[in-house]
């Protein structure tokens, strides 16, 4: 922890994402204006000391839509990576402990997702399902959890060998106890920086989906439609399109500075 | 009746060709209260021994035989899973060479102790806690109360082992299998260990299974010794006999070796 506090890159990270958590959370009370309030009067206004960042094209506040945008995207993030951690985790803990042919069948299993490209996966399934903010969870955290599995697995593989587990063997400790109690929470330190990194990979997918109108659907703002409605107004109306850009590169950037710092101050504790 | 009753145990890894025989048809019994050393060197299957008794062993590649392996009137070769688990821990304890590796380092020592107490008694939460107290003052822990807390590694190397004692102590055992408990240790600290050991076996009544290759350990707290050399048992009988009298020329190699290195007792360097 204190590692992580000295880092002053992974630091700022931490901040920043505080900060959108927060924002987050306290959205009805900090944006400005309804984000789903048509004004057409004040259509594709540029920034102003009305609207900080400017209205789109139905007269809408940029900067309240960006806000409410936060919630969706960390939310999405969040619990997409969560699934991921669950399903990983559960995966890779039962290969790495039973071995033989449960190991074989898995990673297999593993080995065949990861040989799909995750974004066309995404498209396909949420193209026949058709798209709501659940189901864009669920699928981005069921085609994000390989990694996290691979992860879990190795570090299984070699914590069941180490003396304790034995030891608790002698103890009289059943395989579930052994799995949840003494090997799990070894083995959770590269599954935390493999997670950070992965909500900024989340969000970055839900973006593209939104971007490319299978995702979070209008008018409930998130950062990626915002971006794809603003593409329409590209020539007239930069700002549409640059604050949520910013607003995604930022985040995701946080992330993986935070989980970078996270994974700095891990090797060096080794 | 003996509390533990081997008869022609045998312990081997693979098969075919590449089959090694580590543990070759030994047959021992251990009466209450009564301290059996196994004497051996490196390799020579004292640990396969110590493991396969509670069928530890993962199956394959060990494969693990015996006419029977009677505790306290059952047999455990025939024992489902299940209840093997609750013998393991709750009547036969199992101490380490290395503390170090044997304590999981993520958990406290508190939470690791509460394990073993609540697996294998009826003590819950605060009461489980309050024994879980006694027993670290019991195995000597300095301000016990403050330790329950620590991690395995803000403590020495002595300490875990004590650590390590009261949580084989925790379920009140009627058999310890210490598997060279000092040999990880400073040598000031094995003799506090030691002497640990031999207490606690007497007020607990304790019997005990003691490997070791270090015969002035074993001299020390054993009643009987038995003499391992390529996995059979070479010579079996009290202490004192077998070290003044050694029958097989394998137990008068090691006492030799002993001799020559405890020379400043004065004993003869050779036999």
């Known amino acids: 922890m204190s590692a992580i506090l000295r880092n002053r890159i992974a630091l700022a990270g931490a901040v920043i994402l505080l900060g959108l958590s927060v924002v987050a959370v306290l959205a009805p009370w900090i944006a400005p204006y309804d984000p789903l309030h048509v004004n057409l009067p004040d259509a594709l206004l540029p920034p102003c000391t009305a609207y900080p960042l400017g209205t789109d094209q139905l007269g809408r506040d940029v900067l309240s839509r960006l806000i409410y945008g936060t919630r969706i995207s960390l939310t999405i993030g969040f619990i997409a990576v969560g699934i991921a951690v669950v399903v990983g985790t559960v995966v890779g803990a039962v290969a790495g402990f039973y071995g033989g042919w449960v190991d074989t069948v898995l990673m297999r299993v593993v080995d065949t997702m990861l040989a799909i490209p995750t974004i066309f996966l995404l498209l396909a399934i949420i193209a026949m399902i058709g798209p709501s903010i659940e189901l864009i969870m669920v699928v981005i955290g069921l085609t994000g959890w390989m990694g996290v599995a691979r992860l879990v697995r190795a570090e299984i593989l070699s914590l069941k060998e180490r003396e304790f587990v034995l030891a608790a063997r002698m103890l009289g400790a059943s395989s579930f106890r052994i799995i949840t109690k003494h090997l799990l929470p070894n083995a959770m330190a590269p599954v935390l920086v493999s997670a950070t990194l992965g909500v900024g990979g989340a969000i970055l997918s839900e973006s593209v989906l939104s971007y490319l109108g299978l995702g979070v659907q209008p008018p409930t703002p998130s950062w990626g439609n915002i971006l794809n409605e603003g593409r329409v107004a590209l020539g007239v109306a930069w700002w549409l399109t640059v604050s949520p850009g910013l607003a995604i590169l930022i985040t995701v950037l946080s992330f993986n500075l935070l989980g970078e710092g996270i994974r700095d101050a891990l090797a060096r504790r080794q | ?271």
């Open chain 2, 1 to 271: 009746m003996p509390l533990l009753d081997v008869s022609n145990l045998s312990v081997s890894y693979g098969r075919g060709r590449e089959r090694v025989i580590a543990v070759d048809r030994v047959s021992v019994s251990l009466e209450p209260g009564e301290t059996l050393a196994i004497v051996g060197e490196s390799g020579s299957g004292k640990s396969s021994l110590a493991l396969a008794l509670t069928r530890l062993l993962p199956t394959p590649p060990a494969d693990v035989r015996a006419d029977r392996i009677l505790f306290e009137g059952s047999d455990l070769l025939q024992m489902p899973q299940e209840q093997l688990r609750a013998i393991r821990g709750g009547r036969i304890a199992y101490v380490f060479q290395d503390p170090g590796t044997s304590l999981n380092p993520v958990l406290t020592i508190g939470a690791q102790l509460r394990e073993a107490i609540v697996q294998h008694t009826a003590y819950r939460s605060m009461r489980a806690n309050a024994q879980a107290v006694e027993w670290l003052e019991r195995v000597g822990m300095p301000s016990a109360r403050d330790r329950l807390g620590a991690y395995p590694h803000e403590f020495s190397g002595g300490m875990q082992q004590r650590a390590m004692l009261a949580m084989a102590m925790a379920a009140k055992p009627a058999l310890l299998i210490a598997d060279e408990p000092t040999t990880a240790l400073d040598v000031t600290i094995q003799v506090q260990i030691l002497r640990l050991i031999r207490d606690l076996t007497r007020q607990l009544h304790l019997s005990m299974l003691l490997i070791s290759h270090d015969l002035t350990v074993v001299e020390r707290i054993a009643q009987r010794v038995a003499i391992m050399s390529a996995g059979r048992i070479v010579e079996l009988g009290p202490v004192a006999e077998v070290f003044t009298r050694p029958s097989h020329p394998h137990t008068k190699e090691l006492l030799a070796c002993r001799s020559s290195v405890t020379l400043r007792r004065g004993r003869p360097s050779h036999g």
